[in-house]
């Protein structure tokens, strides 16, 4: 089942003294893209998070992001006394200021609050795993739902392109019939000067120049081809862009060959269908 490079995922889990949510946001690129955000506290797991996101989302433009709200009294910063302090007696000799506009001051200064730097325990680390891993799920689901209306997609315009070259097939023999008349037109003021079986041979050489039997069976083969890709297992938007790339080479060859209005504008049909295709297959994973 194909899948879409468009997703997103968001979960939100409550620790004691925190509310983390997790974000995830996917959309079209030809390789994996990944732009994370997460307060410095977690850039510890930053690799390992790339690393399962990687591995489960293969490519697109991705970004995660990770956001703490402190809900407990739990806090790693605290003021520095003595240097606010210090800060404010400096500041009484240079400054005419009350103490709480002073304090406003001092707090601002450099050295004025202390952070520690926390580590993530281990029991929070699962927790939080078990949350990406589920956004990551949610996400993939996304791009499941996404995939299954670009497969409905993709089957209306290849039955659409079967319709194209079954008109083809059908009005072919009057194309060719119009191919030898234009030629025997063409020459028939010299005709009864050339040698009769040369002639013939002649015709038969550029009637054969113009046929497209087997561009026809080509054609009808990838679009066959395209369709059981479609049903595959695994999502394969480049395999599928390179089947695109075989049929339009087998589209345009039978328009270079056509030299016949009706059938010229049938191939302008067929390239306009493949191009929405082609369009939508920007997208697919």
């Not at 510890?44 to 998070?49: A, H, N, P, S, Y």
């Not at 050295?111 to 949350?131: C, F, G, H, P, Y």
């Not at 008349?181 to 002649?202: A, P």
């Amino acid at each position: 089942m194909i899948q879409s490079m468009t997703g997103y995922g968001k979960t939100v889990i409550q620790l004691p003294t925190r509310k983390i949510s997790i974000e995830i946001k996917s959309l079209n690129s030809k390789n994996l893209d990944l732009n994370a955000r997460m307060p410095s506290t977690y850039r510890v797991k930053e690799l390992e998070i790339r690393k399962r996101i990687a591995a489960k989302l293969v490519r697109g433009k991705v970004d995660f992001a990770l956001y703490v709200d402190v809900t407990g009294e739990e806090t790693s910063s605290s003021i520095n006394k003595s240097v606010v302090g210090s800060y404010m007696n400096q500041l009484r000799e240079v400054a005419q200021a009350t103490e709480g506009e002073l304090l406003q001051m001092a707090i601002r200064l450099p050295d004025a609050i202390n952070t520690e730097r926390e580590d993530i325990n281990e029991d929070e680390w699962k927790q939080l795993s078990e949350v990406i891993d589920t956004t990551l799920d949610k996400l993939v689901q996304y791009r499941t739902e996404e995939g299954t209306s670009l497969k409905l997609d993709f089957e209306k315009r290849i039955e659409n392109l079967n319709s194209l070259l079954k008109e083809v097939a059908l009005i072919d023999p009057e194309r060719i019939e119009n191919v030898r008349v234009k030629l025997e037109k063409g020459v028939s003021d010299i005709k009864e000067k050339v040698d009769e079986n040369r002639f013939e041979q002649e015709l038969i050489y550029y009637i054969e120049k113009f046929d497209i039997t087997e561009e026809k069976v080509r054609l009808s083969n990838h679009l066959d081809y395209f369709v059981s890709t479609l049903g595959s297992k695994d999502s394969n938007g480049k395999k599928l862009g390179f089947i695109c790339q075989e049929i339009g080479r087998e589209i345009n060859t039978i328009g270079s060959k056509a030299n016949f209005a009706p059938m010229q504008k049938l191939v302008v049909q067929m390239k306009d269908e493949l191009e929405k295709i082609k369009e939508q297959m920007l997208n697919v994973l």
